[in-house]
C-alpha cells in the first residue's frame, strides 16, 4: 500500500475500512455496509484464486444497495489485458468488453485455479460510489496468471449506471467458486 499512497494520494490518506476473506471454496464473497458518506472515494485491494474447470473464468463483480445485490442490465466494462503468451518476446494484447451486462469483469477471461495459489491480485478505485446523483465508475488495475500459465496485465473501467447510493459489492465467477482469497477496503481522505 506503501507504494499506492505515493502514486496516488498523500502520506497517511489510506483508512481500513473492513475486509472479507475465504480458505474454503464459497460462490462468492461479499462486502456490506462498506461505503458510507464518510468518504468520497475508495480503495479495495484483493487477492483471490478461482476453482473451475473452465479455461474461461473470469473475475466479476457486482454492488450492492440496501444490503441487495444488484443483478440488472446497468453494467459496463472495457477491459484490456496483454499476456506473455508469445516465444518471441512480443506481448499478446486482447480486449473483453461489454455493455448493459449484468456484472462488471473485473479479472481476465481464462483466470487459472493452480492449487491454493493466489492467481489474480490487484486494486479497484471506486469513484463517488456512495453519492446518490451520480453514475458509479470503477478503475481496475490486476496481474493474474491464465490457464495456459501466462502472466498477464488485467487493465479495466467498469461502470455501474443508475443514480442510487451503494453500499456494499460482491465478487463472484461467471463459472465455478472463488477459494483462498480476500478483499480489503480503504477509504480515501478529500484532503
Not at 480486449?95 to 489474480?120: E, F, M, P, R, W
Request: proline letters at 1%.
Amino acid at each position: 500500500l506503501k507504494y499506492v499512497e505515493k502514486q496516488y494520494m498523500p502520506s497517511g490518506a489510506l483508512t481500513y475500512i473492513n475486509g472479507t476473506s475465504s480458505t474454503s471454496e464459497v460462490s462468492a464473497l461479499t462486502l456490506d455496509s462498506v461505503f458510507s458518506s464518510s468518504y468520497q472515494n475508495y480503495l479495495i485491494v484483493f487477492g483471490i484464486t478461482v476453482a473451475s474447470g473452465s479455461n474461461n473464468t473470469k473475475l466479476l463483480t457486482r454492488v450492492r444497495h440496501g444490503g441487495s445485490t444488484v443483478t440488472g442490465s446497468e453494467y459496463h466494462t472495457a477491459l484490456a489485458n496483454f499476456d506473455t503468451a508469445t516465444s518471441n518476446g512480443n506481448l499478446n494484447m486482447s480486449g473483453d468488453n461489454s455493455n448493459n451486462a449484468s456484472s462488471i469483469q473485473v479479472g481476465g477471461a481464462a483466470l487459472s485455479n493452480t492449487a491454493n495459489l493466489k492467481t489474480c491480485s490487484g486494486t479497484i478505485f471506486l469513484y463517488d460510489i456512495n453519492k446518490s446523483d451520480e453514475y458509479k465508475t470503477m478503475l481496475i488495475d490486476n496481474v493474474s496468471q491464465n490457464w495456459s500459465g501466462y502472466t498477464s496485465r488485467n487493465m479495466a473501467v467498469g461502470q455501474y449506471l443508475a443514480d442510487q447510493a451503494i453500499d456494499g459489492v460482491t465478487f463472484f465467477a461467471n463459472s465455478g467458486n472463488l477459494r483462498n482469497g480476500y478483499f480489503r477496503v480503504y477509504g480515501l481522505a478529500d484532503s
